[in-house]
């Protein structure tokens, strides 16, 4: 099995749905991080967690909201989509505060 | 703040060239340096790292040497292969802090 496993891996829907992205890991580490990567743009950090009770806001939140619901489960909400939000978002875990990153395979969400 | 600034691509390679991706950072601290590479259709993993100046490091025929001096980080390859055809990233961290700071990536194609 995957260590970080996203779903769904694919979705289209249309302005203003509320979309949930799903990430849940094998590995038991408490540091978790929602990115999203946009052509010629690189990754951008939405928010992270370094615990369950642990949610911080990176640099491009507006928009997005997230649930630690459990140690190995990290959420993405957009409460109202815009076609702006159209990308590839990305789930990650940290065993520490090294910057070594594992990444799930990536949700693509499309915004009509 | 912290910014890491890549080569743009896309590059180009017959099999077997040799190859550079040119990364420069500035940090607001003492930096760890990264490469992480994306296949397609797959999330980033780690290709490799350096902590400090003047350290190398290395994975699948890849090196990168941390050079303070220049803040520099380039990835060099002496053979590529069709199988190392990706989306390349560089990144940096700020001992101490959450942050992970990527480049816009550089998407290398190796033809046979």
């Known amino acids: 099995d995957a260590d970080v496993t996203q779903t769904p891996r694919n979705r289209i829907t249309k302005t203003g749905k509320r979309i949930m992205l799903e990430c849940s890991q094998t590995?038991?580490?408490?540091?978790m991080y929602w990115y999203r990567q946009d052509p010629g743009l690189g990754l951008r950090l939405i928010y992270y967690?370094?615990?369950?009770?642990?949610?911080n806001k990176g640099e491009i939140s507006d928009g997005y909201s997230v649930s630690r619901q459990a140690q190995a489960k990290f959420s993405l909400s957009l409460e109202s989509a815009i076609p702006n939000q159209t990308a590839l978002y990305f789930c990650?875990?940290?065993?520490?505060?090294?910057?070594?990153?594992?990444f799930g395979e990536g949700s693509r969400l499309t915004v009509l | 703040g912290d910014s890491v600034t890549q080569m743009e691509g896309p590059v180009t390679l017959s099999e077997e060239a040799f190859l550079t991706i040119n990364c420069t950072y500035t940090?607001?601290?003492?930096?760890?340096l990264f490469w992480y590479v994306q296949y397609p259709g797959e999330g980033l993993q780690l290709l490799l790292k350096?902590?400090?100046?003047?350290d190398k490091g290395s994975n699948k025929g890849f090196e990168a040497t941390y050079r303070k001096e220049t803040t520099s980080f380039h990835l060099e390859k002496g053979s590529v292969q069709v199988s190392d055809s990706a989306v390349y990233f560089c990144?940096?961290?700020?001992?101490?802090?959450?942050?992970?700071?990527f480049g816009k990536g550089t998407k290398l194609s190796v033809i046979p």
């Open positions: 990650a875990i940290e065993p520490q505060l090294t910057g070594e990153l594992f």
């Open positions: 590995k038991g580490h408490d540091r």
């Open positions: 967690s370094f615990d369950v009770k642990d949610i």
């Open positions: 940090a607001t601290g003492y930096p760890s």
């Open positions: 350096a902590t400090k100046a003047d």
């Open positions: 990144a940096l961290k700020v001992t101490g802090s959450y942050q992970l700071t």
